[in-house]
């Protein structure tokens, strides 16, 4: 260390290094304390936590890990070791804990980043590295609480460091090289088990290696001997084949050890090393759930969204001095001989594993934090782009004013998104660069505070504003909300005064609380930008972020609607009617009380009373896909069977899934003899992947009408379904369906 010092003390970027490492090591936990709890935390990263632990304690007797959720396919080391560390040290408010531990690892992050980039190019590179990953405001924002991403990320960039290393040192690789590369890939796997793909890196970083070094070789002994015939060729194939064979020897050890080490905290993964993490990768790779939110300016369903998602939304969640230095490095020598294995392997470090996802057509949502591990090495390269630009301005122009004009770029570049840092903690994450317009461009066409950060902020506000005068009927104050679990740890130490319950955003008037905090997300995208409806009458506080809002609070003035739902659960349609349209008195656009009056008036025939509803809901969000239903139903029993199916086409468009929309317009082709009309509709929901019970009774029905019996028809049934689920990517579920069939 003394000799490493000594080398570089004349250096500033070295200080400049050190100085920015040690500052970020107390900063990024300091923020961190004022984040929210993640959409996962509270409901399933946290419980799953302590179930592993308990697993442990018990001696594998309390096997809860095994069936909660489906969380024993993934590894959960994080949230295991600070189960322990909070239960050991008796914390009480284990989010902290967690938000600072999930910090370090941010800041080892960005501190790997900065140390590849400095041993490509040097320390004015490494500093570039850090900076650039510290001021990205998506990656800042998900270090404070994001345990599954995060330390993925952190494990993967400290692999790549030691691959460099490894190859680097090879033949003979340090003993701290080996150790360190193992334990980075026990922890990328003992997180998520995409982890292995750290093997896939070293496999193919060691195949270029191989290249360059025979390459290498034969460069150098291409020269004759004296004799007239050079005998170095055979001995350079020698050497080389003894080298490769001990390089191979020492990366197939660490792989292994990495491996098995990564599984120690994973039960699952523990009972069958091998199938059962085949088995967990297949479960991943092949997510069924299907979340629905705004892309593009429209509700889309996660399972369902175009192949360039995730690059679309990285580039315009980046800074753009980190995509302009990615496009320039390739310009600048990346590809130069010295560095070129490294450079290739930096760029397909981020490039294949976001060209995957696309290929894939991953079910991935919440914005691209399923690809943050692969950030990191696009930052490095970033940082080497500008920092070779340096030094071709340095050279070509040997001005001083070039060079330091030249060093300002980047960090000039990072201006904004620095501004977004500062006025929007700790709501980093709800950022768009100057590709997408800014975040105020951006607000209603993309999903915001995606990651629920801001329910900490909303419930303590209500906490603090709220008062005894506002309890409605019960000795504490009810606060409502979607996500339950975040305001339940919220309102832990206020259960005196408050308590909490669920309550959905588009049923809201049916609950009763007396406040209610809802983030914004899985809001129609029309009803989010209807200035004159939005937010609603009875907001009380907003959290914002570059002016827009990301959550609210509502506070109730009126309990007409609650009351109203009471008396149509209890059978009073018509007690209920008359309270749903005082709610409407009190507030015109309660879009609970205009869809609960829009079924009262369907249910007593009252058919225009129903169109007059579904015309007013249009005006608060005309994109419902329930609302239009219920006006293609209503002009269906008006006997206006094309314009129905008009407003059936619309309603599947805005929510290709609505299996009622599919199976009115299949009855409407029957009510009209037309067979393959009705048949044709059941396909198409086939074809999108959406089946219940009533579509494929209705199939069946459709098929003995033709003639064919129960066997053949069920066997066409299956069918459909499997072609369906192959055309929306679910091998295996279409495989179940064609197994079936053989056994018919």
């Not at 560390?85 to 009480?92: E, K, L």
């Not at 320390?123 to 510290?134: E, Q």
């Not at 990072?414 to 980093?428: D, G, S």
């Not at 008037?509 to 209807?530: E, H, M, R």
Request: glycine residues 6%.
């Amino acid at each position: 260390m003394k000799k490493f010092i000594e080398a570089n003390k004349s250096n500033l970027w070295f200080w400049a290094f050190a100085a920015i490492a040690v500052i970020l090591f107390f900063a990024m936990p300091l923020m961190s304390l004022d984040a929210g709890n993640s959409g996962d935390e509270d409901g399933f990263q946290i419980p799953q936590g302590e179930n592993v632990l308990n697993y442990y304690r018990s001696h594998k007797a309390d096997t809860t890990c095994m069936t909660f959720e489906n969380l024993k396919y993934y590894g959960c080391s994080f949230d295991v070791v600070m189960a322990w560390f909070n239960d050991t040290f008796h914390i009480d408010d284990i989010a902290t804990t967690r938000h600072i531990a999930n910090s370090l690892l941010g800041w080892l992050a960005v501190l790997f980043a900065g140390l590849i980039a400095w041993r490509v190019a040097g320390w004015r590179a490494g500093v570039m590295a850090m900076l650039l990953l510290f001021l990205s405001p998506r990656f800042l924002g998900h270090s404070f609480n994001n345990p599954k991403d995060i330390p993925l990320a952190a494990a993967t960039v400290m692999a790549i460091y030691y691959i460099m290393m490894f190859f680097r040192q090879a033949p003979k690789p340090k003993i701290s090289t080996m150790v360190m590369l193992a334990l980075s890939l026990a922890f990328a796997i003992s997180i998520r088990v995409g982890g292995l793909i750290i093997i896939g890196y070293m496999g193919l970083w060691g195949l270029l290696w191989l290249v360059k070094r025979i390459g290498d070789g034969k460069a150098a002994t291409s020269a004759p001997a004296k004799s007239g015939k050079s005998t170095a060729p055979k001995r350079a194939a020698t050497v080389e084949k003894g080298w490769l064979l001990k390089t191979i020897g020492w990366a197939v050890a660490v792989c292994v050890v990495g491996f098995f080490a990564g599984l120690l905290l994973w039960p699952y993964a523990m009972q069958a090393p091998i199938k059962n993490t085949i088995d967990s990768y297949h479960a991943m790779s092949q997510f069924a759930i299907g979340i629905r939110q705004i892309y593009d300016g429209a509700m889309t369903w996660s399972d369902a969204l175009p192949w360039y998602y995730t690059p679309k939304f990285i580039l315009t969640t980046i800074p753009l001095a980190v995509l302009a230095g990615w496009l320039l490095y390739p310009f600048f020598g990346a590809f130069g001989k010295e560095r070129r294995l490294e450079s290739a392997m930096l760029y397909f470090c981020f490039l294949f594993p976001v060209m995957w996802i696309a290929y894939t057509k991953a079910n991935v949502y919440g914005g691209w934090r399923h690809s943050l591990f692969a950030y990191p090495p696009m930052v490095a390269t970033a940082a080497l782009g500008f920092d070779a630009l340096v030094s071709c301005v340095d050279r070509r122009f040997k001005r001083r004013w070039a060079t330091i004009a030249a060093t300002l770029l980047p960090f000039v570049l990072l201006v904004p998104p620095a501004l977004h840092v500062v006025r929007n903690h700790p709501y980093e994450y709800v950022y768009f660069n100057e590709l997408a317009g800014g975040t105020k461009n951006a607000y209603g066409k993309y999903e915001m505070d995606y990651y629920y950060h801001s329910m900490r902020e909303a419930t303590e506000w209500v906490v603090e504003h709220a008062e005894p005068s506002d309890m409605q009927n019960e000795s504490k104050i009810l606060i409502g909300s979607w996500h339950v679990n975040s305001t339940k740890y919220f309102l832990r130490n206020d259960t005196a005064n408050f308590r909490q319950r669920f309550v959905r955003w588009r049923q809201r008037g049916d609950y009763d609380w007396d406040y209610a905090v809802f983030p914004l997300t899985g809001i129609s995208p029309k009803q989010l930008t209807n200035k004159e409806c939005f937010p609603p009458k009875e907001t009380v506080h907003q959290i914002t972020v570059d002016g827009v809002p990301i959550a609210i609070v509502l506070k109730r003035q009126d309990k007409s609607d609650y009351q109203a739902a009471q008396m149509l659960k209890a059978g009073r349609a018509d007690s209920a009617e008359f309270l749903y349209n005082k709610a409407l008195e009190v507030n015109p656009n309660n879009e609970t009380a205009i869809a609960a009056l829009t079924n009262i008036y369907l249910n007593t025939g009252r058919l225009d009373k129903v169109q007059e509803m579904c015309d007013r809901y249009a005006k608060i969000d005309p994109d419902d896909d329930m609302m239009n239903y219920w006006s293609a139903y209503a002009t269906f029993l008006q006997g206006r069977s094309s314009d129905a199916l008009e407003k059936l086409r619309r309603c599947k468009e805005l929510n290709f899934k609505n299996t009622s929309a599919y199976m009115l317009a299949a009855q409407i082709y029957l009510q009209s003899n037309d067979q393959t009309g009705a048949e044709g509709e059941i396909l198409r929901a086939l074809n999108n992947g959406v089946m219940d019970n009533n579509l494929a009774e209705l199939y069946l029905r459709i098929q003995r009408g033709k003639g064919i019996d129960d066997r053949l028809a069920y066997y066409s049934l299956y069918n459909a379904i499997a072609t369906g689920l192959e055309k929306q990517g679910k091998k295996q579920e279409a495989k179940n369906y064609r197994d079936a069939m053989k056994r018919m």
